[in-house]
């Protein structure tokens, strides 16, 4: 871990704030290279939990570069993607199913029947099952080591948007028009982002047995504060990561500029 970075638990969470997000993104690729060096040297498969988005862009960047350098192997992993838009195309150029081959999947050695990524081109009359599946996939697979999570500026993890409950599971949702507005930019210009998607629920998430976070830049200051410092409320879905366990294994990387809100309040609150 770079030598600037400092860790404070808030509120049960374990929070590394890193000089900047270049290090944040280092470390992140660190701790899950890591732990798929650890399962294969036991002879051990690994369940990750994926996430889309700005955020691990460059986590996945690294990934990929010492795959190349042969430093990684994915040979052992299954993943299972948070969410994804609905109704969508698997090759639109705005579906998490492209981000994913687009980042991650085409240049690594999972293997193919071990990717899963919610299917956003299924009819309505298919989806429920399609859904319940998913969580069964997951079961199936022993459950999640590690979820990778960003946090929307409204706090949403994954698309689950203000107003989930921590009991909800993989279901069909509704986008807030800022989640909308905020991810416009990956659909072409002539064309509207779907108003609803598909999404692991919160409960879905907190069984995760490890979950590393991430938020960089002023944009994510305010979020961070009321998902480590407000209420646990379904208006921050992000806050009922608070919850997660026993025991709570969850980890937030942060720059200095998502953490700038933070400092204050916790010298003030006296934690941390
Ligand atoms: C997206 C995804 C989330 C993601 C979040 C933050 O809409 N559904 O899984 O974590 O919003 O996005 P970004 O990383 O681009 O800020």
């Not at 509120?11 to 000089?19: A, H, N, Q």
């Not at 460059?58 to 969410?83: K, M, P, W």
């Not at 944009?219 to 026993?246: D, N, Q, W, Y």
């Amino acid at each position: 871990m770079a030598e600037s970075a400092r860790t404070l638990n808030v509120s049960g969470i374990r929070v590394t704030i890193f000089s900047d997000r270049d290090a944040a993104e280092a470390a992140a690729a660190d701790r899950i290279a890591g732990l798929l060096d650890d399962r294969r040297m036991r002879g051990l498969s690994v369940v990750l939990g994926l996430a889309t988005g700005r955020t691990p862009i460059g986590i996945y960047r690294r990934l990929v570069a010492r795959h190349r350098a042969r430093e990684v192997s994915f040979a052992h992993a299954e993943t299972f993607n948070l969410d994804e838009y609905w109704p969508i195309g698997l090759q639109d150029p705005g579906s998490f199913h492209r981000f994913m081959h687009e980042h991650l999947f085409d240049h690594v050695d999972l293997p193919r029947g071990k990717r899963h990524v919610p299917n956003g081109s299924l009819p309505v009359s298919a989806l429920a099952s399609h859904l319940a599946d998913y969580e069964a996939a997951i079961r199936a697979a022993g459950g999640i080591d590690l979820q990778i999570l960003g946090l929307g500026r409204n706090g949403h993890i994954g698309f689950n948007e203000p107003g989930s409950t921590r009991d909800s599971r993989t279901r069909l949702v509704v986008l807030a028009a800022e989640t909308i507005e905020a991810n416009r930019a990956s659909f072409p210009a002539d064309t509207s982002p779907p108003s609803r998607a598909v999404t692991m629920g919160i409960a879905t998430i907190l069984e995760s047995r490890r979950i590393l976070a991430l938020a960089f830049g002023d944009a994510k200051a305010e979020i961070v504060e009321k998902t480590l410092l407000g209420p646990i409320s379904p208006e921050v879905p992000a806050s009922f990561l608070r919850e997660h366990g026993p025991p709570c294994d969850v980890d937030l990387f942060l720059d200095e500029a998502a953490a700038s809100r933070l400092s204050a309040a916790t010298d003030r609150s006296g934690r941390g």
